[in-house]
């Protein structure tokens, strides 16, 4: 086990080896069952993904290569009060994101008030000056949000990753649900788990909501995907059909008459809200990167002058970059006025020379992450890297100190996972899902659930042989 | 609905439908092959199926001579080539992928596995043993896609693309496999009745999937001109060229009453079906029926070019 910090929290069982409440039911459920009819329900909810054709493409492998994330029938089961007070602390998260990108885009009173240093914005490529003195539509700017929790105790759930530009994954908590009701559907009698199944119609109504003051009562909403060569292609087109949008490309808009066109079969149509799966920098070729075809010419100046929604709001990247993370804590009070009612996971600043130092001093028991990178590409974990692995980033480090953040390995709890030999424990994380649109912020009760597969892994990127799990909340 | 997934419906089917054709022809390859006795007969129907799906030159560059196992391996799975048809149900299956927000589940899921089926079946060389039941597969598939179109789609613009596509693509299929074979409709002093003949008007059908219900409608008697007027004429037959035209027709009808208006492309249908639906078979012998197609297969590209032009398919 490789844990810096204690013995390790599994959520199932507490440390005399008894069923916590949470899993109660299911386990007397679970007890029943004969366990070679478990065996052909777990191959056959593979079989059942593939033809659904739940997939996603791995960058790097032949573009027609698409692989499944594999699926955990064994549910994380989160009681109705753990999950009230994560919604407490996920709700005033998103609240102080919202009000520090306003500010940062604006008067920057968080620079004035000296909590957070110039120089973390203006060496920043997330920082867009497109945006300054600019907002959005409802004055909204994170949509979409996914938080990504990790839990050390009973009590202690702490942010991992705050998800502001396009968090991706909820249609593996949508058709991992589905998959669940219909491999093992009398546990759904038995067991109050709370519904997710109206995400899409949420997320439509809170785009809608944010549509600009031009839209008419029925906004139009598209979703911009890079296309069917993205890793995520799926979940683009599943949420579009879900919402009963578009699924459009960057080909099929352009911009005239101060509006974003769609070219649909009836000549061009003014499309209202764009949920774009398109980063930041292919977004527009005349405000960002030229080459990009990805994007739509001038969709910035149309943005600027109102003639359209684009959701998240370019330019959220600042807020979950993984230096500014370092900051949220003091974030959050200066927004909301209120302590955090989750916490950060300590986190040191390599740019700074005595955390360098710190670090570099303790690698093998630290967490290295790259301050721009994602997927969990380009990271070391100390207590499972060998020394010359050690050695080899600890260069890496020297070289360019900026780049990188450090954190104690976690011990992250556990939740079993079904196996050939039975249940066993592996570590977990969790992405719950919030919209957040002029009427409010709305949290869907559950969320993704990454588990790394592997015995003692910390590691539950699904690019990096992580799975997935139904997420249940328990209803009051 | 957007220009770009009209285009990616309309090509799906044209695909799935292509696809579909190509195993009907190796079929009746195959059938042949099984009962003509010397190899160069044989090899001349194998040859013949090439240049019905258009790839007697592809093949012929890739092989150096014609043998069955090596001509249908070529067309059911040869990755180099474009329309075998696993690189068919494979450009199906993309453009489904492209469209998916327009199909239901049930389509989407019916071609997903078709093309997972398939390639599975199409990963080794297909031996004699079990080409049937490859073939088999193929044609069992696509009655399934289409079965799931007709009981799960809205009759909506989308349906009427993925119908246009469909049958813009069997007419031109029927038309080419009846002007490769032109010939042995035509009168013969030398062959008239012959069992030769016979054969070759059995094969005909066959290719068209249209020997049983020939024979119902003619009590067992075969006659060139019959079948000529069968094929091209007859409006219960759902491979006919009427029939087909009827269909682009109600569905690029239905497109005009959901879109207000009509475009260049249904003056051009109107034309076509016009001329299709005022001649007789007679006419059609005395004027040639080798030309007569020809003109047929030109004019239902022209009206595929014009659809794709009117409804934005490319921007």
């Given at each position: 086990m490789s844990s810096a910090s204690g013995s390790r929290y599994d959520e199932m069982l507490d440390e005399d080896g008894t069923i916590r409440a949470a899993y109660a039911d299911f386990r007397d459920w679970y007890d029943g069952q004969d366990i070679s009819w478990l065996k052909r329900q777990d191959a056959e909810a593979e079989r059942f993904f593939r033809r659904i054709g739940i997939t996603f493409n791995v960058y790097g492998e032949d573009a027609g290569e698409e692989r499944l994330i594999p699926f955990d029938m064994i549910p994380r089961i989160i009681t109705a009060r753990e999950w009230r007070k994560l919604t407490r602390g996920i709700e005033q998260r998103v609240r102080a994101i919202n009000a520090f990108l306003q500010d940062l885009y604006h008067r920057q009173e968080i620079v004035k008030a000296g909590r957070l240093p110039v120089h973390f914005l203006r060496d920043n490529e997330a920082f867009l000056t497109q945006m300054i003195g600019f907002t959005p539509p409802g004055g909204v700017y994170t949509h979409i949000v996914g938080i990504d929790l990790v839990r050390t105790g009973p009590d202690e759930f702490m942010v991992l990753?705050?998800?502001?530009?396009t968090p991706s994954g909820v249609s593996y908590m949508l058709e991992n649900r589905e998959t669940m009701m219909a491999m093992f559907p009398e546990l759904f009698t038995k067991i109050p788990v709370r519904p997710v199944s109206d995400y899409p119609r949420r997320l439509r109504r809170s785009l809608q909501a944010s549509a600009p003051a031009c839209a008419g009562s029925r906004p139009s909403v598209a979703v911009l995907t890079p296309g069917i060569y993205n890793s995520a292609y799926f979940e683009h087109a599943y949420l579009a059909d879900q919402m009963g949008a578009e699924l459009v490309e960057g080909s099929d808009l352009r911009v005239s008459n101060g509006r974003v066109q769609m070219r649909t079969t009836e000549g061009f149509q003014p499309v209202d809200v764009i949920y774009r799966r398109v980063d930041d920098n292919y977004l527009d070729p005349l405000s960002f990167?030229?080459?990009?075809?990805?994007g739509v010419a001038g969709i910035m100046d149309v943005y600027r002058a109102g003639g359209v929604t684009i959701a998240n709001a370019p330019g959220t990247g600042i807020a979950d970059d993984k230096a500014i993370y370092s900051f949220m804590p003091d974030i959050v009070e200066f927004y909301t006025g209120e302590k955090p009612i989750l916490q950060n996971v300590?986190?040191?600043?390599?740019?700074?020379p005595d955390s360098l130092k710190y670090v570099l001093d303790n690698l093998s028991e630290l967490v290295v992450k790259e301050?721009?990178?994602?997927?969990?590409?380009?990271?070391?974990i100390g207590p499972t890297s060998s020394k010359k692995e050690i050695a080899a980033f600890a260069a890496k480090l020297r070289a360019r100190p900026a780049n990188y953040i450090a954190q104690p390995t976690l011990s992250l709890s556990t939740v079993p996972i079904f196996t050939k030999s039975g249940l066993a424990p592996r570590h977990v994380d969790l992405r719950p899902f919030v919209l957040v649109s002029p009427n409010g912020i709305d949290i869907t009760p559950g969320g993704l659930t990454r588990v790394a597969l592997k015995k003692g892994s910390l590691v539950v990127n699904s690019s990096q042989g992580g799975g997935t799990k139904d997420s249940w909340v328990l209803d009051e | 609905m957007l220009g770009r997934a009209a285009n990616g419906v309309y090509w799906m089917t044209r695909y799935l439908e292509r696809a579909e054709n190509t195993g009907r022809l190796i079929d009746v390859g195959f059938h042949l092959a099984l009962t003509r006795g010397s190899r160069e007969r044989q090899d001349e129907e194998w040859r013949s199926v090439l240049i019905t799906t258009g790839h007697e030159q592809g093949y012929l560059a890739a092989h150096p001579d014609i043998s069955g196992a090596q001509v249908f391996n070529y067309l059911l799975r040869e990755r180099e080539n474009p329309g075998s048809v696993l690189s068919m149900l494979e450009s199906a299956r993309t453009n489904a992928r492209v469209v998916r927000t327009s199909l239901t589940n049930e389509v989407w899921q019916a071609i997903n596995e078709t093309w997972m089926i398939l390639r599975d079946m199409l990963s080794r060389p297909v031996r004699e043993g079990n080409l049937g039941e490859v073939l088999s597969t193929i044609r069992q598939r696509a009655s399934l896609v289409r079965g799931a179109m007709e009981g799960s789609m809205l009759r909506n613009e989308v349906f009427n693309f993925a119908r246009i596509g469909t049958f813009i693509e069997r007419a031109d299929n029927t038309a080419r496999i009846l002007d490769v074979k032109y010939y042995v409709l035509l009168p013969s002093v030398a062959w008239v009745g012959s069992s030769l003949d016979n054969v070759q008007w059995d094969t005909l059908l066959r290719s068209v999937a249209g020997n049983r219900a020939f024979s119902w409608l003619n009590a067992g008697t075969m006659d060139p001109r019959e079948i000529a007027r069968f094929l091209?004429?007859?409006?219960?037959?759902?491979?006919s060229l009427v029939f087909c035209f009827d269909k682009i027709r109600s569905n690029m009808a239905g497109l005009a009453k959901q879109y207000g208006g009509e475009t260049q492309a249904h003056q051009q249908l109107r034309d076509a079906g016009s001329r299709l639906h005022d001649c007789t078979i007679e006419q059609i012998f005395e004027s040639g029926l080798h030309e007569f197609l020809r003109d047929f297969i030109r004019r239902t590209h022209n009206i595929g070019e014009a659809i794709s032009s009117d409804y934005r398919f490319i921007g």
């Open positions: 990753e705050d998800n502001a530009r990167q030229p080459d990009s075809v990805l300590p986190t040191w600043r390599c740019s700074e301050v721009h990178g994602s997927g969990g590409y380009g990271m070391l | 091209i004429l007859d409006g219960r037959f759902p491979r």
